[in-house]
């Protein structure tokens, strides 16, 4: 990314970050650098860590080891309101008893027509113009959410801090202001930190995603990376579809276990116990025989729009199941059903291997 080359600072630093509630380790030794105009996407299941992780760089909570510097100044000790963030929770905020114009000037200094006139100007920012009369109550939780950005936003923050702002919205209204919120982050280049469970949201919105579990950092990355290159088989496996086959590499080539076949492989790679992991999609299928590839039977079809998930077994290689993500124009070319007999190949190139026997 553009904003990471030649940067000396980032403009948030954390370092050996860890929190505590009572024998509850709720997180564990955290590093981190987050840059300037960049955004973050902390994501990961319920219970690792990411929320936790936002309210102690909010301030809204406490470390109880480490320290978090903001453009080299320690900020650690700081109170919410000292850091200076803009802070968007899932559940709006908003003050009920006051107009959209009040509740996006509650964070401004001051009053008169300057203050209206940044009011006016980000309502229309979020799309919104002409509503600052209104209630909240006379509002749907996408607009709320849309007014609570703007709100977010008044003061004109360094740093955009977003808890699970987008859960609460039923799936076409998360769609659509996720894409508003990336459009308004990059035109206005304020660094943003998101935290979410939904991958497909991550891997949409962020420049850089960090996968957390149990407390620790699994892996940081562009979400083309993560998806492509995980780094530990739990990545693999919340990020996306996956399939993972357990086995042994021999010879420059991949034996499942209990499988009379092997799966070729790129020269170089390290023999021993591993773990084969392939996208749904990048498993080829085919109805003729194919001398690369290995039989298989359709055990089920999954309709779901533009491709068809099969289930597809493999008796060479142990009886293993595979998921295979078949796009819709070659679906209808290929014309099958549950039962029918496929050839399926594999592309080394397209093939990742994970140590071990790979408890997630």
């Keep these: 990314m553009d904003f990471l080359l030649g940067q000396t600072e980032p403009l948030l630093a954390i370092r050996g970050l860890g ?15 987050v840059h ?32 978090i510097s903001q453009g080299g100044r320690d900020i650690s000790a700081l109170s919410p309101v ?36 940044r009011v006016a100007e980000l309502l229309e920012m979020v799309g919104l113009p002409g509503i600052g009369g209104k209630f909240p109550s006379q509002l749907s939780g996408g607009q709320q959410q849309r007014v609570a950005l703007a709100r977010a936003l008044a003061p004109s923050p360094k740093l955009l801090l977003l808890d699970e702002p987008l859960s609460a919205l039923d799936a076409k209204v998360r769609v659509h202001l996720r894409e508003q919120i990336k459009d308004l982050q990059r035109r206005l280049g304020i660094t943003t930190i ?8 991550a891997l949409a919105m962020a420049d850089r995603i960090v996968v957390m579990n149990h407390g620790t950092v699994e892996q940081v990355g ?15 496996s919340f990020v996306g579809k996956m399939n993972v086959l357990p086995g042994q590499v021999t010879g420059g080539a991949f034996r499942p276990h209990g499988a009379a076949a092997a799966v070729a492989l790129l020269q170089g790679v390290r023999e021993g116990t591993a773990q084969l992991c392939v996208r749904p999609e990048d498993v080829e299928v085919s109805v ?23 289930r ?23 014309a099958i059903g549950p039962g029918a007999p496929v050839w399926i190949a594999l592309d080394p190139a397209r093939l990742q291997l994970l140590p071990g026997d790979g408890d997630a």
């Design 222 to 236: 562009t979400p083309g990376c993560i998806y492509r290159h995980p780094a530990s088989l739990f990545v693999a």
């Design 288 to 310: 003729a025989a194919d001398v690369a590839g290995v039989a298989a039977s359709v055990e089920s079809v999954e309709f779901l729009g533009a491709f068809t998930r099969l």
């Design 312 to 334: 597809l077994v493999v008796p060479a290689w142990g009886g293993v199941v595979l998921s295979a993500d078949v796009a819709a124009r070659q679906m209808r070319d290929l």
């Design 36 to 67: 300037e105009g960049e955004f973050l996407s902390f994501l990961g299941p319920s219970g690792c860590g990411k929320s936790t992780l936002l309210r102690i760089i909010t301030g809204l909570e406490r470390q109880s080891a480490g320290t």
């Design 82 to 117: 000292g850091r200076g963030f803009g802070i968007l929770f899932q559940s709006y905020a908003l003050f009920p008893n006051l107009t959209v114009r009040q509740n996006v000037a509650y964070g401004l200094n001051g009053a008169g027509q300057e203050a209206d006139a």
């Design 194 to 201: 998101m935290v979410t469970h939904d991958q497909e949201e």
């Design 19 to 33: 929190k505590t509630f009572g024998r509850h380790v709720a997180l564990k030794t955290i590093d981190l650098d």
